[in-house]
C-alpha cells in the first residue's frame, strides 16, 4: 500500500521561518515568485529573524508548518532523560495493569463453580472472550493514539475497563460475568498505545532499554496475577478477586492521569504553534501552525477518515511481511506457552500444592523474565557497537534469540516429564525450573518482535505492535479453547496424562524455532517486501 495512503496531513505551501531567539515564526507568500522570496526573506534577516526553510513536496517547496523532521526540539525525543524513565516507570503500571486484568480470571473459577452451578470448562468462556477481543481491542485503540494523541485515548481505555472490573466483581449473574469479560477484554488497549509512547520519545538507536523495560512490565502482570488473586480467593473469597484488580486499576488511572504527559509529536507541535502564535500575534509567527491544525479534528472524523484509520493496523498486519511474521511468531509462541503452563496447577497439585501455592510457584516464571530482561540489557550494554550494527542490519535485533528461543521447547519439553510427579522420584523443585526456562524464552521472542517492528515503523508503532498483540491475545484466547481438552482426552488415567499433551507442546516448540533463524538470515527478503516500512526508512533518512 502506498505510502500517501496513510498520511493524515494537507500541508498548504507557505514558508516557514525561525527565530533564533527560540521561536518558529512564518508568513504566507503562496504563489510568489522567487525575487518576492527573496526579497521577504532579507527583509526578515534584517529585522533579526533568520530564516529557517522548510522543504516540502508543495509546488513552492515550503509551507509554514510545524513538523517532526525540522522541529524535534518540541517533541518528547528532546526530553531529559530523567523525565523519559519517569513516564516509563508509570507505565509500567499501566502494562501490569491490562496485563492482570488478563490473566485474574482463572482463580474466580472456584468461585462461579459454587455460586452459578458452572463448570471449569463452562467459566473458561470468559477468559477466551476476554483474551480474543483483548486481540481486537488492541487494534482498535492503537489507531486512535496515533491520529489523536496517546494520553487520553489511553485514559479512556483504562477509565471503561475499570468499569467492567466493577461489574465482573458485582455480577449478579454468570451471563453477566461473561460480558463484563467481553467489554473488558474489547476496551483494553494493551501494549500497542504504551510502545507506541516508546516510539515517541527515543529513536530506533537509543530505544532499546525503554522497550525492554516496558515489555518486562507486560509480561509481569500475567505473573503476578496468579500469585495474588491465589492468595486473594483462599482468604477473601472470588468476587475479592475482581475487586482486587479494581483497586488496581484506579491506583493506575490516578498514574496515569497525574504522571503521564502526551507524547504524540502532533500534539506537542499543534501546542507549540499556538503558544508562538499567541506571543507573536502581530509578527509572521500568527500563520504558524501545528500538523494537525493543518488538517482539522472534523476532517479527521469523517466516516472515510475514520474507516481508513481503523483498517491501518489490519492493513499492515496482512500487507507488510515484516508485521505479518513477527506478529504469527510471537503470537504462536504465546498460545503454545499459555496451552504448556495449563498443567502447571495439575502438575504441582502432585506434590499436594493448594491454590495459593501454586500461585506462589508462578514467581519461577517472573524469576525467568528477569533473567531474560537482564540478558536482554546487558546484551545491549556491553556491546556498544550493537546499536549501530542493528541500524546497518535490522534483523541483527534477532541476534540473541537465536540463542534463546531453543529454550521455550527445552522447558516445556522438561515440564512434561516433570509433570510424572513425586512417585517417579522428580523433585518438586524441577518443574519450576523449567518455568523459567520458557519465562526466559518468553521474554526474548517477545522483545525481540516488538523492538523491530517499533523500528521499522516509528510514528506508526501503535498498529504495528498492535498486531503482534492482536496475534498473541487471539491465539492465547483460542487456545483456551482447546486446551483443557488436551489434558482430559489423551492418556486419561495413566501416569502419561500430563506427559504427552506437554510433550506435544514442546515438540511444537521445537518447529516454531525454525522461522527465527529464517528470518534472522533471510530477513531482507521479507524488510523489501514491506513497502511502508521501506517509505518510512527513507523518509527518516531524508530520500
Same mark, same amino acid.
Given at each position: ?45 534584517? &529585522? ?50 491490562? @496485563? ?50 496517546? *494520553? ?89 478477586? &475482581? ?54 479534528? *472534523? ?26 511474521? @513477527? ?148 491465539? &492465547? ?15 486419561? @488415567? ?50
Amino acid at each position: 500500500m502506498a505510502r500517501d495512503e496513510f498520511e493524515l496531513q494537507d500541508h498548504g505551501a507557505p514558508i516557514v521561518i525561525g527565530s533564533d531567539r527560540g521561536s518558529s515564526v512564518a508568513k504566507d507568500v503562496v504563489n510568489v515568485d522567487q525575487h518576492e522570496r527573496h526579497t521577504s526573506d532579507s527583509n526578515k534577516a534584517v &529585522a533579526g529573524v533568520s530564516v529557517d526553510r522548510i522543504s516540502n513536496n508543495e509546488p513552492d517547496g515550503f509551507n509554514n508548518i510545524l513538523e517532526e523532521k525540522t522541529h524535534p526540539q518540541y517533541t518528547a525525543k528532546c526530553w531529559t532523560s530523567q523525565r523519559k524513565w519517569m513516564i516509563l516507570v508509570a507505565m509500567w503500571f499501566v502494562q501490569v495493569s491490562q @496485563n492482570y486484568n488478563a490473566a485474574v480470571f482463572p482463580s474466580m473459577f472456584p468461585f462461579i463453580e459454587e455460586h452459578f452451578h458452572k463448570t471449569s470448562e463452562q467459566a473458561n468462556i470468559g477468559q477466551m472472550l476476554f483474551l480474543v477481543l483483548y486481540a481486537f481491542g488492541c487494534e482498535l485503540w492503537a489507531p486512535f493514539s496515533e491520529d489523536f494523541g496517546r *494520553k487520553w485515548v489511553l485514559f479512556s481505555s483504562l477509565f471503561l475497563v475499570f468499569c467492567w472490573q466493577i461489574l465482573l466483581g458485582a455480577s449478579p449473574t454468570f451471563t453477566a460475568i461473561l460480558v463484563a469479560r467481553a467489554l473488558g477484554g474489547l476496551s483494553s488497549a494493551g501494549g500497542s498505545v504504551t510502545l507506541g509512547m516508546v516510539a515517541d520519545m527515543y529513536e530506533p538507536e537509543t530505544q532499546f532499554q525503554a522497550v525492554a523495560f516496558t515489555c518486562f512490565g507486560s509480561v509481569s502482570g500475567s505473573v503476578f496475577a496468579p500469585i495474588i488473586s491465589g492468595i486473594v480467593a483462599m482468604t477473601l473469597g472470588g468476587r475479592w478477586v &475482581a475487586y482486587m484488580s479494581v483497586i488496581l486499576a484506579g491506583l493506575t488511572i490516578l498514574i496515569h492521569l497525574f504522571i503521564v504527559p502526551e507524547t504524540r509529536a502532533e500534539v506537542l507541535l499543534d501546542r507549540k504553534a499556538k503558544q508562538i502564535r499567541v506571543t507573536d500575534a502581530e509578527g509572521p509567527g500568527k500563520d504558524i501552525k501545528g500538523p494537525w491544525e493543518a488538517n482539522p479534528l *472534523k476532517a479527521r472524523l469523517q466516516p472515510r477518515a475514520v474507516w481508513k484509520m481503523l483498517y491501518r493496523p489490519y492493513v499492515l498486519l496482512i500487507t507488510e511481511p515484516i508485521v505479518l511474521f @513477527n506478529s504469527l511468531l510471537s503470537g504462536f509462541s504465546d498460545a503454545l506457552i499459555f496451552s504448556g503452563l495449563e498443567s502447571f496447577g495439575y502438575i504441582m497439585a502432585k506434590w499436594n500444592f493448594n491454590q495459593a501455592q501454586v500461585g506462589y510457584c508462578f514467581a519461577s516464571l517472573m524469576i525467568g523474565y528477569i533473567i531474560g530482561w537482564a540478558l536482554w540489557s546487558l546484551h545491549y550494554r556491553l556491546n556498544p557497537g550493537r546499536p549501530a550494527k542493528n541500524n546497518n542490519c535490522p534483523e541483527e535485533r534477532l541476534w540473541l534469540l537465536c540463542w534463546i528461543v531453543p529454550l521455550e521447547a527445552a522447558g516445556l519439553i522438561g515440564l512434561a516429564f516433570c509433570s510424572l510427579g513425586p512417585n517417579y522420584g522428580v523433585p518438586w523443585i524441577a518443574p519450576l525450573i523449567c518455568v523459567g526456562l520458557v519465562g526466559i524464552a518468553n521474554y526474548g521472542i517477545y522483545i525481540a518482535t516488538i523492538d523491530y517492528l517499533i523500528a521499522a515503523y516509528g510514528p506508526y508503532a501503535a498498529s504495528a505492535t498492535g498486531g503482534n498483540g492482536f496475534c498473541r491475545d487471539l491465539f &492465547a484466547g483460542l487456545a483456551a479453547l482447546y486446551t483443557k481438552k488436551a489434558y482430559t482426552t489423551i492418556a486419561v @488415567n495413566t501416569p502419561y496424562e500430563l506427559v504427552w499433551p506437554t510433550l506435544i507442546f514442546g515438540i511444537i516448540g521445537v518447529a516454531l524455532a525454525v522461522p527465527v533463524y529464517v528470518f534472522y538470515f533471510k530477513g531482507e527478503w521479507f524488510r523489501v517486501r514491506s513497502k511502508y516500512a521501506m517509505d518510512l526508512e527513507a523518509e527518516r533518512q531524508g530520500h
